[in-house]
Each structure stands twice: as structure tokens, then as C-alpha cells.
């Protein structure tokens, strides 16, 4: 999970519960509907927290395997042009090979017609 995921849900549990404390202290009830009170609110919040923090992680995860997909594509895209350039390099050194050959031929049949 991202580091600002965490402070969103870290943000929403920690503002919650002091939003909630400070509304439950100054209400008008007994200590015991206070204490219920922050009970709830605090289970309330924490619900929330726990939604949020399973879409972050949900996201994330999309996020991870739309990124791995898209490396497996770009690695079998990558390895398609190598082996592409591999072929033409390899046409390219045989022609090369082929032309030297011709031209030392030529050469030595010139110097067999011509000898010094």
C-alpha cells in the first residue's frame, strides 16, 4: 500500500476519534451513554478505516498486475525486436563474407593473369 494511503487512513481514524471525543464530552449524557458513545463511534470509525484501507490495497493491486502485464508484454516485444536485429546482423555478416570471398577471388585471378 502507498505511503499516502496509509496517511489518508491514519488521517480518517485519528480526526474521527478526536471529532468523536470531542462531541461526546460536551453532550449532555451520563458517563456510561459517554462511554458507549465513544465505543461506538470508535467501532464506527474503525469500519471505516478498514474500507478504506481495502480499497487502497484493491487499487494497488490492479495497479500491480496491470503493471506486470504490461512488462510481460514489453518484454516479449523487446525480445521479438532482438532477435529481429540478431537475424539482420547475421544476413548482413554472411553478405559481408560473401563480398570479401568474392573480391580475394577476383584478386587472385587478376594477379594469376598478370603475375609481376
Known sequence: MAERDWDLVKGLVVGGLIGAA???????????????????????????????????AEKSKAAYEAAAARLKEVEGTAKEKVDEISGTLEENKTR???????????????????PL
Open 22 to 56: 470531542i462531541g461526546v464530552l460536551f453532550a449532555p449524557k451520563s458517563g456510561r451513554e459517554t462511554r458507549q458513545d465513544l465505543v461506538d463511534k470508535t467501532d464506527e470509525l474503525l469500519a471505516k478505516a478498514k474500507e478504506e484501507y481495502l480499497k487502497a
Open 96 to 114: 559481408l563474407k560473401k563480398a570479401f570471398d568474392a573480391g580475394r577471388e577476383a584478386y587472385r585471378e587478376e594477379k594469376s593473369k598478370n
